[in-house]
């Protein structure tokens, strides 16, 4: 049985306790070593399977959000919007926002990607992914890289820790220009609002961002202006999704 075989039957008090206890050189070179190759493996399958994927846009969002959920509806028209824009779909591959992003695009016959993380709860592949376009990870961090390296895009539709996790990530990277400015787009005025306004009139104010790092997200309400504004950056340039 592998070290993550045993965390899963675990108590979180057991978890706690295990990262104090001393290990002998040869444990801790045989666990590394082996973290270091599935860590490898990874990304090796991501870029290998990705690399050829052509112009796609992420869609992030809550693994909980319900069928019937207005946000939901928006996601999948969204996909389906992009995908006849000439965009490929890229989500987390689970439920809730991404199952609805990854089924707008398979309906529109379009590439639907699924980037799955092994999680203890909610998280399964879902239906509506490419056979030859669902990924498996295990280490966040490898899975954000596919995310960011294989996106000309980013749709933030309402979600929890994850989804900011992934927003930031996105935005941090720009704002460092460690990648281009792709475009940033949150969707629900009335769920991101708030958060903006902290983000304005406290981190700004306090001189932790420049103001032109607001200028990195774009906030709307419709699919129609989500599926705009990364047209739009786009047609700046001069390019098209075949590029």
Known sequence: MTDKEVDKYMTEEE???KAFVDHSWAEIHSEESWRIFKVMSEFVEGIDRMSKIGPCVSIFGSARTKPDNPYYKMAEEIAAK?????YG????????IMEAGNKG?????GK????NIDLPFEQRPNEYIDRDKSIDFDYFFVRKVMFVKYSQGFIIMPGGFGTLDEMFESLTLIQTKKIAHFPVVLVGKSYWGGLFEWVKNTMLTEGNINPD???LVALV??????????DDFYAKYLLKPNF
């Open 15 to 17: 978890k706690i306790k």
């Open 82 to 86: 992009l995908v006849r824009h000439g």
């Open 89 to 96: 779909v890229i989500t987390g591959g689970g439920p809730g």
């Open 105 to 109: 695009a398979k309906e529109q016959g």
């Open 112 to 115: 639907s990607v699924g980037l």
């Open 213 to 215: 790092d607001l200028d």
């Open 221 to 230: 309400d419709t699919p129609t202006e989500a599926v705009k504004v990364i």
